[in-house]
């Protein structure tokens, strides 16, 4: 339970989640000498994961090492971080923003990094293993499991696409079709499968098989198993937009979910408002996410700057 406080504060820039897009605009801000406010819930999108691997420099890091890096960082800069989540939003001279612990900040500026929620098929023994041997992105992933026994969990024709992509990694892929009707499939669909050496098996997936606590394989409801000791999903993604859209921002439908549109440095249509990592889109990796924050972070100092120097600028002109 988060205890209540009742307490007021204003500063100049609030971010709204401690990802990876959250720290990293904060690190720009507070470097900036901009007074800081990080809110964070605590809930990584990558928290399953023991690793991470793609990010020159970090490639390997745990996820939760990689947070705690760069709290550290921020914090060396004067910004504030609390552990509480953000429950509502508003706009007047300022935003206000609420905690589910009672607190009240005011900022000029906003950052929405709140990421999203990934949503797991629902087959027995998939989400307790999401993250180790049930995993959903080959750049990620692939390399510490390559060559070996794939399995892809079809749950949209999409699911083909996964399929060819992770043939990168082994030679050893079977697409089980799952909830998708083999009548689904193009002809282009399996010409393309047959070419990457990917074996295409109907039915669906009743569970997982695991033994010594390490996927086995996969059991279909026919009875009939496969031996797999990796099996590739695709999560329904589910974008945490409440904030942007109580504050009116403008969403785009995707295949992924709806997102707001935003300019190439994160603002989006409501004025004063940036977001950054996966609250943008589904296909943000961790190194894509710290880059978008930094690019949110640089706008709002120029942003904040060219608003001061005019506001003093007015007062400097004689009034008639």
């Excluded at 552990?83 to 906003?110: C, I, K, P, Q, Y």
């Excluded at 009875?223 to 329904?236: D, F, I, K, N, Q």
């Amino acid at each position: 339970m988060t205890e209540r406080t009742e307490r007021t504060e204003t500063y100049d820039v609030i971010v709204v989640g401690g990802g990876a897009a959250g720290l990293s605009a904060a690190l720009v801000l507070g470097r900036a000498r901009l007074r800081t406010l990080v809110v964070d819930a605590g809930e990584p999108r990558n928290a399953p994961s023991s690793h991470m691997q793609g990010y020159l420099s970090r490639d390997g890091m745990s996820p939760a090492e990689f947070l705690a890096a760069g709290r550290e960082e921020i914090a060396r800069y004067g910004v504030q971080l609390v552990r509480d989540r953000v429950v509502d939003v508003g706009r007047a001279e300022d935003f206000a923003v609420t905690s589910a612990g009672g607190r009240t900040a005011h900022a000029r500026r906003l950052v929405v990094a709140t990421g999203l929620k990934d949503e797991l098929p629902a087959v027995p023994g998939v989400a307790e293993r999401f993250g180790r041997d049930v995993l959903h992105c080959p750049f990620c992933h692939g390399w510490e499991v390559r060559d070996e026994p794939f399995g892809v969990l079809a749950t949209s024709p999409a699911s083909v696409h996964q399929a060819l992509i992770v043939s990168r990694w082994s030679k050893d892929v079977r697409l089980f079709l799952h909830t998708v009707a083999e009548e689904e499939l193009t002809d282009q669909d399996l010409r393309r499968l047959a070419a990457a050496g990917v074996d295409v098996v109907p039915g669906e997936v009743a569970g997982l098989m695991v033994e010594d606590d390490r996927l086995t394989g996969v059991r279909l409801v026919d009875g009939t198993t496969h031996a797999r000791s990796v099996l590739y999903v695709a999560p329904r993604a589910v974008p945490r937009t409440g904030l942007l859209e109580k504050l009116g921002a403008e969403l785009r439908e995707t295949p992924f979910g709806a997102y707001p549109v935003v300019d190439p440095t994160g603002l989006t249509t409501v004025p004063g408002v940036w977001a950054a990592g996966n609250a943008i889109g589904f296909a943000e990796q961790v190194v894509h996410a710290a880059s978008g924050g930094y690019r949110a972070a640089a706008a709002i100092v120029g942003d904040l700057l060219m608003t001061d120097l005019d506001a003093a600028v007015r007062e400097d002109v004689p009034q008639a």
